[in-house]
């Protein structure tokens, strides 16, 4: 099967620094991967250069969520799906929500616990609501594809990884940013990680071991790709 994506000796030069570095690395359709590695390690960057090359093919869930605080959680999660109706209707749903696509935001926000919150305004939620939020937006996309930075940071590690669940069932191919090992190995067949802007491994989940990559966080020698 072809590659969904694929990078060859990638390089990314940001402010004249090298942030991503000599990566090498092809996603086949179907794949759920975790992204793992300390703060600055790259995982954005990496997830940004993904998304360019999918463009309309993926959704992605940004680590500043990019919500609009005036407009309703209902408007947001809408947001997703705004060029597939024209700026009449759009502006007709801004006053009065459309009866399909509030009973279709509605039934997303369930399992996700925004049900009750649809008309309440986003500036008031907290970080997890507004987290969940955003998650739901990139799920209402209802693309191929999930790109998530990470996306349940906000959460306690059982709904994160329920919500992570939820994403990887309605999508074929996901791939997420994560800062939590346990929610890597747990809910992810291949774990990538990346140190320094280059890939210092990437392997089956099976493979590996909540030690190992609590030694890979410390900055354990041996983790070569
Ligand atoms: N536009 C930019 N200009 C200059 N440097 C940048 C730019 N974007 C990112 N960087 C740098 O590139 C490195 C990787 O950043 P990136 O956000 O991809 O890391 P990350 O692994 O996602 O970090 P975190 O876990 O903290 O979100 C960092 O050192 C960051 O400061």
């Excluded at 300390?38 to 954005?44: E, L, N, R, T, V």
């Excluded at 459309?98 to 309440?120: I, K, Y």
């Excluded at 990470?150 to 939820?166: A, I, M, T």
């Excluded at 099976?206 to 890979?216: E, G, N, R, W």
Aim: hydrophobic letters at 45%.
């Amino acid at each position: 099967m072809s590659a969904l994506v694929e990078l060859q000796g990638f390089t990314l030069e940001r402010g004249g620094q090298c942030i991503l570095r000599d990566i090498s690395l092809a996603i086949a359709p179907g794949e759920k991967l975790a992204l793992v590695g300390p703060s600055g390690a790259g995982k954005s960057s990496l997830l940004g250069e993904i998304h360019r090359r999918l463009g309309e093919a993926a959704a992605l869930c940004p680590q500043q969520l990019g919500l609009v605080d005036a407009l309703s959680v209902y408007h947001n999660i809408y947001m997703a799906q705004l060029q597939r109706r024209n700026s009449l209707l759009n502006l007709w749903n801004l006053f009065f929500p459309l009866a399909g696509p509030l009973r279709e935001v509605e039934e997303l926000s369930q399992p996700l616990g925004l049900a009750a919150l649809l008309r309440r305004p986003v500036a008031g939620l907290s970080g997890g609501e507004r987290q969940r939020v955003a998650l739901a937006r990139a799920c209402y996309a209802q693309r191929e594809t999930f790109l998530g930075d990470e996306p349940v940071s906000s959460l306690d590690p059982e709904q994160g990884g329920e919500l992570l669940d939820r994403v990887n069932a309605a999508h074929r191919t996901a791939v997420v940013a994560l800062h939590n090992p346990a929610l890597a190995l747990a809910h992810f067949d291949r774990v990538i990680g990346l140190r320094g802007g280059e890939l210092a491994f990437d392997r089956p989940a099976a493979s590996l071991t909540a030690a190992q990559l609590a030694d890979f966080y410390r900055g354990g020698s041996g983790w070569q790709a």
